[in-house]
């Protein structure tokens, strides 16, 4: 009903950036619009926290930890959304998971990625 692709994750050395792409697609969207799309982590140990989130109109919301670092996007045509993360430090390593908003007459649904795994190390 609702496919949500990951890519971008990886290694990457202290202070290096990666973009994640999160593409999603489904028969769903011709009944229900995208209410918000972002991105959420969840580190071993520790529960999934919100990185960020941006609206259908544009309204961005960020974690106070990612804040200067990073910067969410969306592409409206490809229902995709992207997060840029600069200035990386340990602590962002952690398994990233897309999500997707959808809804329709005052009912909302959330989709979730498979996620992708970020791990910054020198």
């Known amino acids: 009903q609702v496919q949500l692709v990951e890519s971008g994750g990886g290694l990457v050395q202290p202070g290096g950036s990666l973009r994640l792409s999160c593409a999603a697609s489904?028969?769903?969207?011709?009944?229900?619009?995208?209410?918000?799309m972002g991105w959420y982590r969840q580190a071993p140990g520790k529960q999934r926290e919100l990185v960020a989130t941006i609206s259908s109109i544009g309204g961005t919301n960020y974690a106070d930890s990612v804040k200067g670092r990073f910067t969410i996007s969306r592409d409206d045509a490809k229902n995709t959304v992207y997060l840029q993360m600069n200035s990386l430090k340990p602590d962002d390593t952690a398994v990233y998971y897309c999500?997707?908003?959808?809804?329709?007459?005052?009912?909302?649904?959330?989709?979730w990625g498979q996620g992708t795994q970020v791990t910054v190390s020198s």
């Open positions: 489904g028969s769903i969207f011709s009944i229900f619009s995208i209410a918000s």
């Open positions: 999500n997707v908003r959808v809804e329709r007459a005052g009912n909302s649904r959330d989709y």
